[in-house]
Structures are given as C-alpha cells and as structure tokens.
C-alpha cells in the first residue's frame, strides 16, 4: 500500500501539535517525558556515527545537520553535549523560565557550558514559527527554517535552498508522518549539492511503523539515492492512552503488518531509514548496524527476509547483508 499522504494513520495518533507551538520549549518537553519519549536518546548514537563518519580531513567547514522537523532544537542539543534527553527535559522544567527571554537567556548559558563537540552545525527546519525562534534564539541550532512544504503554493526561497545545499547529513526524528514526499523532495532538490564528506549527502530517518516508508524512499530514488529500511527498530514512545493503542493496532493491522509483536506492547516503535549515494550506502549501512549492536537488544530484529520494493510497490526478495527493505535506483538521478 503506498500511503502519498498519511491523514488516515495521522487521525489515529494522538495530536501532539499544541504543543510544538508554545513560545518555550517546556509543554513540549513535560508532554513528551509523560509519555516517556526515547527516540531522541536512541537517534542520538547513530547521528553521532553518521556525522563522524562524515568529517572529511579536507573539510573546512564543521558537518551540517539538516535536521526536518527540528522542534525546539532538542536533538542538535542532544549531538553537542553528550546530554540525555531526560537530563536536558530536567533542566528546563526545573531551572528555566516559562518566560520567553529569560528562558533563552538561561538556555544559552546552559548549552555553553555543555558543549562537548564543536565540529557541527545544525540547520533546523520546521513549520512552528514559535519552535523554531525559541530554538535559534537560544543556540539550541545555528540556523532556522521555518516553513511547512505540505501547504500547496509553499516553496522554499533562494537562501533557504542555499543553506540546504551546505548540510552533508539530513536528519529527521518523529517527523515523517507529518511530512510526507511533498516536503521531502523539494528538500532533496536542494540538499548535499555541496556537501564535501566522505560519504557524501547522507540521510538518516526514524519512521513510525504505522506510516509506510514507500513515497519517502521513491522520492530519495528520483534525486539518486539509495534508500533502505534496516533492521532496526526503535521505541518511540508509551502510548498516550488505550484508546490510541487500539487504533494504532488496527491500522498496523488493516496495513497487513504483522502484529504479534506489537500486540502485547505498550509503546510504538519506528523503523531505521537510512539513504545514501549507491557507492556510499554499504558503509553507513553497516555503520548503522554496528551502532546497533552497542544498543539494547530490543533495538535489533536480527536476521530478516530481505525485501526490495519495486517502483510499482510490488515487494520481491532481495539478498542483501544486513538491511531488511530496500529501495533501489529505478530512475535516473536528477540532474546535479
Ligand atoms: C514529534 S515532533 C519531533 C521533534 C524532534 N524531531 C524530536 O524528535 O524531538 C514533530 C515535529 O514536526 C513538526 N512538523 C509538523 N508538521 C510539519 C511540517 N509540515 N513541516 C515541518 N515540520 C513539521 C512539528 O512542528 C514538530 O516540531
């Protein structure tokens, strides 16, 4: 099934977007640590590998982190000091101000003397005006987009795609779903056009197991990456009631995804998505999965029937070491 637009799976979800629209980051952060929020934390050593991977020894430039659907900025935060996200949840919902200056104030503070690596640069984008000057304001990245590309007329300016162009790594957490191929492609029009790694443009994705990953990686193939989905499979977060289990439930269900995995669980997990130029994506492939190992066993699906999905959608087995879906090259890159 080829889910081009998510509203179906979106109406069975709780609606979390109150709360990305709040000036300061802490009804995010107090909604999230209820329903114990553990995607941030999980993302953060396979961003980390990935941005490692991807320093160049001629690089001038520090690596650039698109990150797609940034919030508050919490997991560029999360990439520079080495914090967890429970400890970065504490100090703003027990040392900062819910008023709006003084809780950047205090944030930036906070943030220099955390600073662990300063070999990156994040630029976040999201379509919360609030989250994304909170996060600007206050460091928590280096530069802001704000805009929302679902929005039929939307386009990204001049600057926007310049900015772009720069970053080597897209990053995005928690957010496809959100978004769906109508923000991801004009992105990838713009995106690693200069980026000067080893592996070239990577990307890096978490994605619910509710939303199917198809239009996302058919977009990736049109602009000349490989797309795959590894075995991976990371909690997300509790649900927030039963209500929202049974809905979700069902859809995993009516998807024809199996569900005697996920039916005495309480909590939605995602699948790791990673692309890659054809040449580089075996490396970051394996990289990804070596990250895993150092992870909870709960994290690893172990050994999975390889699947590659046509352009069709039709599925076929595909021999292929340690990624479980992948989505080949079936057009010609774009032109670059
Ligand atoms: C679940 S939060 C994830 C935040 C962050 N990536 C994390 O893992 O903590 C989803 C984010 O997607 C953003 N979002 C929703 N619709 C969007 C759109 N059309 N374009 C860009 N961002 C969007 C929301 O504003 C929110 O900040």
């Known amino acids: 099934m080829n889910q081009s637009n998510y509203d179906e799976q979106n109406r069975v979800k709780a609606s979390f977007y109150a709360t990305y629209a709040a000036l300061t980051p802490h009804q995010y952060l107090h909604n999230m640590t209820a329903v114990d929020y553990r995607m941030a934390d999980y993302m953060n050593p396979f961003l ?10 001629f690089q001038q430039h520090p690596v650039r982190i698109l990150d797609l659907g940034c919030s508050y900025g919490v997991s560029g935060a999360l990439l520079k000091t080495g914090c967890s996200y429970q ?3 504490k100090f703003f919902l027990h040392e900062t101000s819910l008023e709006y200056s003084s809780c950047v104030t205090e944030s930036k503070r906070w ?9 990156v640069e994040v630029v976040g984008f999201d379509s919360s005006t609030e989250a994304v000057r909170f996060a600007t304001a206050s460091r928590m990245i280096d530069k802001g987009i704000t805009r929302n590309l679902e929005e039929n007329e939307s386009e990204l300016t001049e600057d926007e795609r310049s900015l772009i162009r ?6 995005s957490t928690g957010v496809i779903g959100y978004v769906t191929a109508k923000t991801v492609s004009p992105i990838l029009d713009a995106f690693g056009h200069d980026a000067r790694g080893p592996l070239g443009a990577v990307a890096i994705m978490s994605v619910l197991e509710l939303f199917d990953p198809e ?3 058919a977009s990736f193939a049109e602009h000349g990456y490989r797309f795959g989905q590894l075995p991976i499979r990371i909690p997300q977060r509790r649900f927030a009631d039963t209500e929202e289990r049974e809905r979700v439930l069902e859809a995993l269900r009516d998807r024809g995804e199996p569900t005697a995995v996920q039916d005495p669980e309480d909590q939605m997990f995602a699948r790791l998505c990673v692309a890659a130029r054809p040449q580089s994506f075996e490396v970051l ?3 990804m999965n070596e990250v895993a190992e150092a992870l909870p066993a709960e994290v690893r699906l172990g050994h999975q029937e390889p699947t590659t ?3 069709s959608g039709r599925v076929r087995p595909r021999p292929l070491r340690g990624v479980s879906k992948t989505f080949p090259l079936n057009r010609p890159p774009s032109p670059r």
């Open 166 to 171: 720069q970053c080597d790594v897209l990053l």
């Open 309 to 311: 999905f046509s352009e």
């Open 48 to 57: 980390t590998a990935v941005v490692d991977i991807s320093v160049s020894r």
């Open 87 to 89: 400890e970065l949840a």
């Open 111 to 119: 943030l220099e003397s955390h600073v662990a690596r300063e070999n």
């Open 215 to 217: 239009p996302i990686a």
């Open 285 to 287: 492939s394996k990289r």
